[in-house]
């Protein structure tokens, strides 16, 4: 072998031993702990953010692999089971913030016809968060992307609006902000994140389907106990983890962003929903709703602390791509496996 080629090759693996050692110094430098996620997954997590964001600082790195690791953390995973979803009827005489399902004395519970009818829904597990994704997640998602942060004259005028505050749920200006933001997690995580379905957000909401009304801590509306009673009043948004959880752990499903769920709205889709797993229409439709322009929407579900307090079943509707930032149009991520990934 002669001396150029032994030279090259030394000067090659050279190469190739400064940049695996660039490659460990830098993911070395991420120092993350958690009870839950395992250090091999940190580790890939921290590769993943070196591979997808090699351009950010340091300092954004870092919080982004937290978010990532968090997001594992925060998952409550929920076994699958057969439920009677949409508006399954509430007693016509009921105390409207404490009622108690009794199937012989039954009237509606909502106002809109395409809450029903009821249908027999079989769900596999899924694992949902216990949160809303807040403020902060979503401006470190922004970031990492090189994507300006939401009312940036609004932000300069008003820095300490509840609308920026960093434990508040995010607003969203597209549905697709927020399916991209959980796709993103998703890819940091190499696990399924994505939006929930509106079938899983209600299964969830009703603790694995039960005759319940409101997804607080015992399915009761106790003013500013154990949700926000802020519907005429004070509009703000609470931090996400504000008042007692629901018996599965979830935070907020009841009362505060309302929240983005994947599937497309079609008003008839609960006549002819498949049993399995249903994903909500496959394309979007053109509807017309009441007082509304003939325009293809989204699901939404929950309710907003601008909105009177409304019961778990309801289905509410948005345009995808809405004109300005609407800070109280939020989301909360699932994972679409069935096994728990915490």
């Given at each position: 072998?002669?001396?150029?080629?032994?030279?090259?090759?030394?000067?090659?693996?050279?190469?190739?031993?400064?940049?695996?050692?660039?490659?460990?110094?830098?993911?070395?430098?991420?120092?993350?702990?958690?009870?839950?996620?395992?250090?091999d997954?940190?580790?890939?997590?921290?590769?993943?953010?070196?591979?997808?964001h090699?351009?950010?600082?340091?300092?954004?790195?870092?919080?982004?692999?937290?978010?990532?690791?968090?997001s594992?953390?925060?998952?409550?995973?929920v076994?699958?089971g057969?439920?009677?979803?949409g508006?399954?009827g509430?007693?016509?005489?009921?105390?409207?913030?404490?009622p108690?399902?009794?199937?012989?004395?039954?009237?509606?519970?909502?106002i809109?016809?395409?809450?029903r009818?009821?249908?027999?829904?079989?769900?596999?597990?899924?694992?949902?968060?216990k949160y809303?994704?807040?403020?902060?997640?979503?401006?470190?998602?922004?970031?990492a992307?090189?994507?300006?942060?939401?009312?940036?004259?609004?932000?300069?005028?008003e820095?300490?609006?509840?609308?920026?505050?960093?434990?508040?749920?995010?607003?969203?200006?597209?549905?697709?902000?927020?399916k991209?933001?959980?796709?993103?997690?998703?890819?940091?995580?190499?696990?399924?994140?994505?939006?929930?379905?509106?079938?899983?957000?209600?299964y969830?909401?009703?603790?694995?389907?039960?005759?319940?009304?409101?997804?607080?801590?015992?399915?009761?509306?106790?003013?500013?106990?154990?949700?926000?009673?802020?519907?005429?009043?004070?509009?703000?948004?609470?931090?996400?983890?504000?008042?007692?959880?629901?018996?599965?752990?979830?935070y907020?499903?009841?009362?505060?962003?309302v929240?983005?769920?994947?599937?497309?709205?079609d008003?008839?889709?609960?006549?002819?929903?498949?049993?399995?797993?249903?994903?909500?229409?496959?394309?979007?439709?053109?509807?017309?709703?009441?007082?509304?322009?003939?325009?293809?929407?989204?699901?939404?579900?929950?309710g907003?602390?601008?909105?009177?307090?409304?019961?778990?079943?309801?289905?509410?509707?948005?345009k995808?791509?809405?004109?300005?930032?609407?800070?109280?149009?939020?989301?909360?991520?699932?994972?679409?496996?069935?096994n728990?990934?915490?």
């Amino acid at each position: 072998m002669n001396n150029l080629l032994v030279k090259s090759l030394f000067l090659a693996s050279m190469a190739t031993s400064l940049l695996l050692t660039m490659a460990c110094s830098q993911s070395e430098a991420l120092e993350i702990q958690s009870e839950v996620v395992s250090p091999d997954k940190i580790n890939q997590i921290i590769a993943n953010v070196e591979r997808l964001h090699p351009d950010i600082s340091d300092e954004l790195k870092q919080q982004v692999a937290e978010i990532a690791v968090k997001s594992i953390e925060n998952q409550i995973f929920v076994e699958g089971g057969s439920f009677d979803m949409g508006d399954f009827g509430m007693p016509c005489n009921a105390y409207r913030d404490r009622p108690v399902y009794d199937p012989n004395d039954i009237c509606n519970s909502t106002i809109n016809p395409y809450d029903r009818p009821v249908h027999k829904v079989a769900l596999d597990s899924f694992s949902m968060s216990k949160y809303e994704t807040s403020v902060y997640e979503f401006e470190h998602f922004k970031l990492a992307h090189h994507q300006p942060l939401p009312e940036p004259e609004f932000r300069k005028d008003e820095p300490d609006h509840w609308m920026f505050k960093p434990d508040s749920p995010t607003g969203t200006q597209k549905w697709q902000e927020a399916k991209d933001y959980c796709l993103w997690i998703g890819q940091l995580t190499e696990k399924k994140f994505d939006l929930p379905t509106e079938a899983q957000w209600e299964y969830a909401a009703r603790d694995r389907g039960k005759y319940i009304y409101y997804a607080t801590n015992d399915g009761t509306l106790k003013d500013n106990q154990n949700f926000p009673r802020t519907a005429f009043q004070k509009v703000e948004l609470l931090p996400v983890d504000s008042f007692p959880p629901s018996p599965l752990g979830f935070y907020h499903l009841q009362s505060n962003a309302v929240e983005w769920v994947n599937d497309w709205f079609d008003p008839d889709y609960y006549k002819h929903s498949p049993e399995h797993n249903p994903q909500g229409p496959e394309k979007p439709i053109t509807v017309s709703i009441k007082h509304r322009s003939p325009n293809q929407y989204k699901v939404l579900r929950g309710g907003s602390t601008s909105w009177s307090p409304n019961v778990v079943m309801r289905r509410a509707t948005e345009k995808p791509d809405l004109q300005v930032h609407a800070p109280k149009y939020g989301f909360r991520c699932a994972v679409q496996e069935t096994n728990t990934i915490n």
